[in-house]
């Protein structure tokens, strides 16, 4: 028989969740832990992140500690909205954020479309010229 806990594990606490922008505290900049408490997002979680989306890239500290400010908590909130509302994949989300800041790369369906253009315009410059 176990031993009763009279705390529950980090893991098990309920964290609260930011639902708007106005909701961020005023401060300059925030820990990883409180960004956590802030978002509902495990820190590990924060770090997998910076590694798949560039728009999340806190800064860190002399003492190597990530100090985010309020655009990476607005940031977190907006892939996490991507993420576990709306049920993208990270790959969706990224394209959807890249899409969001116009710096989406030209897609294959775009190449096609682009190139079919062209190949109109030429059709009718051949027939203007052509007997």
Do not use: C
Not at 5 to 19: A, E, N
Not at 63 to 88: C, E, M, N, P, T
Not at 112 to 127: G, N
């Amino acid at each position: 028989m176990g031993v009763a806990r009279s705390k529950p594990r980090d893991s098990q606490r309920p964290i609260s969740r930011l639902h708007d922008s106005d909701e961020i505290p005023e401060k300059l900049y925030f820990k990883i832990g409180e960004v956590a408490q802030l978002t509902g997002i495990q820190p590990y979680i924060l770090r997998y992140w910076e590694t798949e989306f560039r728009t999340l890239r806190p800064a860190k500290s002399r003492s190597g500690q990530r100090l985010y400010r309020r655009s990476d908590v607005l940031a977190v909130l907006r892939i996490k909205d991507l993420l576990y509302r709306q049920r993208f994949t990270i790959a969706g989300a990224k394209r959807h954020l890249a899409a969001e800041e116009g710096t989406l790369p030209p897609t294959y369906l775009d190449s096609l479309r682009r190139l079919k253009e062209e190949l109109k315009e030429i059709s009718l410059l051949l027939r203007k010229h052509s007997p």
